[in-house]
């Protein structure tokens, strides 16, 4: 069984500069969550897709902030401009059809802006 | 008030013992509960989802339910050093697209 995969699992950048990260969902879930993580805190929500379609986005998913999900598999989360606020881990969830909430975490992506 | 609010710690105990962590939660609505635990430098992984009142075991792990309290907890048995991590809280909000607002989380030490 294969789980959430992300990548890179580590990105450092400078401030201004554009990034992009991957999630590979478990093969058979077909919703996706996108969290960020900064230390001393647990995972803050930022957009969620089921199938391709985004349903939603937090608030804190500023203009920078775009994620994408063709065909309902792969996710992307780009940030433009980014600042140094934006270092944190960034977490990719997925979970599959049923009634439960029951999410399961890739490893992440820590992202450092200097 | 915090939607989801667990103590920070952190908590110690001794190998072998109870440890005992709580969660408290705003939205009346809400339904589903669940525990993370998550070892420094890595992402959350689930440990425990609870549904309706009471308790559900799981192996050395417990977790309780009063939705009248609005309160959920984790119960660890037997507890071990490999056990010694942070412990989330994760409700996720009536009327929302199946997000999770997590807890700040409780760092737990099990001391050999």
């Known amino acids: 069984d294969t789980g959430v995969s992300q990548n890179p ?5 400078k401030r201004g500069q554009n990034v992009t990260f991957r999630c590979d969902p478990i093969s058979e879930h ?19 897709f089921q199938n391709e379609a985004q349903l939603e986005k937090s608030r804190l998913l500023s203009d920078r902030f775009s994620a994408e999900r063709p065909k309902g598999s792969f996710s992307t989360l780009e940030i433009q401009r980014t600042e140094q606020g934006d270092s ?8 599959d059809r049923s009634s439960s909430y029951e999410q399961y975490f890739g490893p992440g992506t820590r992202l450092t802006v200097t | 008030q915090k939607e989801v609010e667990q103590n920070s710690g952190p908590l110690s105990v001794p190998e072998g013992a109870i440890a005992s962590l709580n969660c408290t939660y705003s939205d009346r609505g809400s339904q589903s509960f669940f525990w993370y635990r998550q070892y420094s430098g890595k992402s959350p992984e689930l440990i425990m989802s609870i549904y309706s009142n009471g308790d559900k075991e799981d192996g050395r792990f417990t977790a309780q339910l009063n939705k009248a309290s609005q309160y959920v907890s984790l119960l660890i048995r037997d507890s071990q050093p490999s056990d010694s ?12 697209a199946r997000q999770l607002t997590f807890g700040s989380g409780t760092q737990l030490t099990v001391l050999p």
């Open chain 1, 9 to 13: 699992r580590h990105k450092i950048t």
């Open chain 1, 30 to 48: 077909n919703r996706l969550y996108w969290y960020r993580q900064t230390l001393g805190q647990g995972p803050e929500f930022l957009t969620y």
């Open chain 1, 88 to 95: 944190a881990m960034y977490l990719c969830a997925s979970s």
């Open chain 2, 85 to 96: 991590a942070t412990y989330l809280c994760a409700v996720p909000p009536s009327g929302s």
